[in-house]
T-cell receptor, first 110, second 118 residues
Framework: GIQVEQSPPDLILQEGANSTLRCNFSDSVNNLQWFHQNPWGQLINLFYIPSGTKQNGRLSATTVATERYSLLYISSSQTTDSGVYFCAVEQNNAGNMLTFGGGTRLMVKP | DAGVIQSPRHEVTEMGQEVTLRCKPISGHDYLFWYRQTMMRGLELLIYFNNNVPIDDSGMPEDRFSAKMPNASFSTLKIQPSEPRDSAVYFC????????????????FGPGTRLTVT
């Protein structure tokens, strides 16, 4: 099956700093989503981005499908950004299943 | 819309007991997914349905696990008998297709059920 690798695995930021999270995948995909799992365990949709660039407030994401990677940018980080960020992909011709990466655990310090 | 609804939110049971987890997908969504999250294995798909029909159950760990979707607004995941290694957070998610070939929009996740088997 498809492999999804996220980096870095852990990240500590000072409030106000910017960061870039990376997701590499090993095969062509139909669908790519970024999620934020908050400290209460809820998986919150951030972006549905099989290709191109999207922005939502302080967050933006870019997927370069031909090179099999996606980036999530967090600008002016806040303590509420803390949690785990997951990238999940739906492989071409492999059904509608999402395969999740291992996540990036982010801690933003005040 | 209320989003994906799961119940119970927490379940504590003893080894050997039957456990039933419930899910109500977002209205109008024709795909429903059950995932499990553990520290060791991360988030993994167990089974998914399209129009109430199971499509792929290759992620179901063993025969003790079963899932049903009797109608478009309700699904259950049952574990019988439960074992301590089944302790995990179980998520239900739903999505909507936009082509007849099954391409789907993004998946939306419920709040999860935290299962503890002692």
């Amino acid at each position: 099956g498809i492999q999804v690798e996220q980096s870095p695995p852990d990240l500590i930021l000072q409030e106000g700093a910017n960061s870039t999270l990376r997701c590499n995948f090993s095969d062509s995909v139909n669908n790519l989503q970024w999620f934020h799992q908050n400290p209460w365990g809820q998986l919150i949709n951030l972006f549905y981005i099989p290709s191109g660039t999207k922005q939502n407030g302080r967050l933006s994401a870019t997927t370069v499908a031909t090179e099999r990677y996606s980036l999530l940018y967090i600008s002016s980080s806040q303590t509420t950004d803390s949690g785990v960020y997951f990238c999940a992909v739906e492989q071409n011709n492999a059904g509608n299943m999402l395969t999740f990466g291992g996540g990036t655990r982010l801690m933003v310090k005040p | 819309d209320a989003g994906v609804i799961q119940s119970p939110r927490h379940e504590v049971t003893e080894m050997g007991q039957e456990v039933t987890l419930r899910c109500k997908p977002i209205s109008g969504h024709d795909y429903l997914f059950w995932y499990r999250q553990t520290m060791m294995r991360g988030l993994e798909l167990l089974i998914y349905f399209n129009n109430n029909v199971p499509i792929d159950d290759s992620g179901m760990p063993e025969d003790r696990f079963s899932a049903k979707m009797p109608n478009a607004s309700f699904s259950t995941l049952k574990i019988q008998p439960s074992e301590p290694r089944d302790s995990a957070v179980y998520f239900c998610a739903s999505s909507q297709s936009y082509t007849s070939g099954g391409d789907t929009y993004e998946q939306y996740f419920g709040p999860g059920t935290r299962l503890t088997v002692t």
